[in-house]
């Protein structure tokens, strides 16, 4: 039985005030795998994925769902092969992409919990990107949420990250031009080779206003945002009438989780340009996701979707490697290889 | 012939940097009306509009439209009888409405700029309120924008006011639960006695936060934004999930226009929320005007419809009355009988 195996996973031990630190969680090791009930499989991880949301789950604010508890395991998509299985619908060996499968080696969830991934069409690890949750988000949030034309000017923050690329490649397919914002010059050069018609450096440029102005001088349409904070406050600046902008991520408000953000309010701006700003959540679409993933599959298929991933090795470096996006430090989707 | 009366005019003298004064306006009398040309209409003001729009007029700062310029006549909404036309559809007697007949007496304006209105309907000076602007702004404002349903929780800034008003009785007809937000507690009575289910006199409130949970207990809906500033903080602060913002004036920021609006921002509440902030203009919706006029039009021929206007008497009140306006002292539709 599988339930001798160790389960190296990782466990939240501080509440972080402003930016996390490694300390603030703790590989545990102490337990083992637990024998399955009936209608349970247990998942060998493959590829575990890093996400800006984690860091909304380590407060003890409100958020979309009930934060983690001090001493609980952190959240994790993950995609994984079943190496034992007490559900009909499953049998050892598939393989299976998990919404919650925790920073851990191995996960023991009741099978309704995973669903079977098409390694044909694509390798294991995009359904944790451009066939999953970020896929889906920069589809929803593109067309639905932002109302995205031909024609329009897109703006994207966090261009280079698992949703920024897709949305870049969703919205150049649609007939808008599209503008990345990203934190290094490589991350623009990226930006560009799949699509992106023009980029922007913020850590390079003196006055991020000013210089989108430059690259949108009839101003920004739509502004798909992952970031919040500074470019956020750049594009308030730059709104085109009727803009739309589709609140997706806020990382850059990761320090102030439960603190207020103080800065320039922009509700005369939007009143004059008559814009819609608007947060979303891509579960709430949770009924439209085979719209999505038609819709995805065809660019895919076309054979110029591109997609970059920031690959760290085994469980050790979960914790490092979260932090590390929370500092823009990844460069694509950030992925930990188990 | 009528070019030898005298036409009273305020013109603007001063770019207020804050809150306007009077001495920032001069009653002017020095100019006659002009001889008519051509297919024009001489109008004589039975009453003149004051809104808070006007604000965003006297700045320098781009808004929707050019600003006044000094020594420019005051744009303002007015109705009144023709006195002289030379224009084929109309004749002397008619009542006509003029979107902007200006701070003054009389009006020489082309025909095409008036619509006759139907006095036997409602009062003449209703055209400035309810069948005018401020009810087509409550109408698209609440459907359209902030998509209100039966059994939403309904909030209402400046809820006496002009739009108000308006807002609250359709919205109450509609099934929703009404808030209106006011600023004295004569103010609120009235809101109550016209429909809302429950108000709040902000300025009598220790936390309008707190007091808004307290009256919204599974938090606000919609928020029809009449003001900006600290109402619209403490409602973002209870949102609902999904709630619909529809912001038409900003009122509260009349002493820092052009200049930017420091506080606390809500992105991360709109993204929890997955809410919704739009800003409008009733002029967008020009080709929908009928359909609102239908709906307003079986409102108040219901007989329910109540509604107080707040008249001051002469063009010499007109720039104490926007001063009045802007600092919430009106108590209902501000208007100025001539």
């Known amino acids: 039985m599988s339930s001798n195996l160790n389960n190296r996973r990782w466990v939240l031990v501080n509440y972080p005030e402003s930016m996390p630190e490694e300390r603030d969680f703790r590989l545990d090791s102490s337990l083992k795998v637990p024998e399955l009930k009936e209608g349970e499989i247990l998942v060998q991880a493959s590829y575990l994925s890093v996400d800006p949301y984690m860091r909304g789950r380590i407060s003890p604010t409100k958020g979309y769902t009930p934060g983690v508890e001090l001493e609980g395991l952190m959240p994790a998509g993950g995609v994984g092969e079943i190496i034992e299985s007490r559900a009909d619908q499953f049998e050892s060996g598939d393989k299976v992409a998990l919404e919650n499968f925790g920073w851990q080696e191995y996960a023991v969830v009741e099978a309704d919990m995973a669903h079977k991934v098409d390694t044909d069409l694509a390798p294991i690890q995009s359904y944790l990107s451009y066939m999953g949750m970020p896929g889906l988000t920069a589809y929803f949030g593109l067309f639905d949420v932002a109302s995205a034309k031909p024609g329009d000017c897109v703006a994207v923050s966090a261009a280079s990250g698992a949703v920024g690329q897709v949305v870049g490649q969703l919205a150049k397919a649609h007939g808008c031009r599209v503008v990345a914002i990203a934190s290094s010059g490589k991350k623009i050069d990226w930006c560009k080779e799949i699509g992106y018609d023009a980029g922007i ?117 979960m914790a490092s490697s979260f932090i590390q996006l929370l500092n823009s430090e990844n460069f694509g989707k950030k992925l930990i290889k188990i």
Chains 1, 2 share one sequence.
């Open 201 to 317: 450096n913020y850590r390079k440029v003196e006055n991020l206003s000013d210089e989108i102005k430059a690259v949108c001088p009839d101003g920004v349409d739509v502004y798909f945002d992952n970031t919040g904070g500074p470019i956020n406050d750049a594009i308030m600046e730059n709104l085109n009438l009727n803009a739309r902008i589709a609140v997706c991520g806020v990382i850059s408000l990761a320090d102030k989780v439960g603190k207020p953000d103080i800065g320039p309010r922009y509700l005369r701006q939007i009143l004059i340009a008559r814009a819609r700003i608007q947060g979303f959540l891509v579960f709430d679409y949770i009924d439209r996701y085979p719209e999505a993933r038609e819709h995805l599959g065809k660019l895919i298929s076309d054979g110029e979707f591109k997609f970059k991933e920031d690959v760290s090795d085994g469980i050790e470096s």
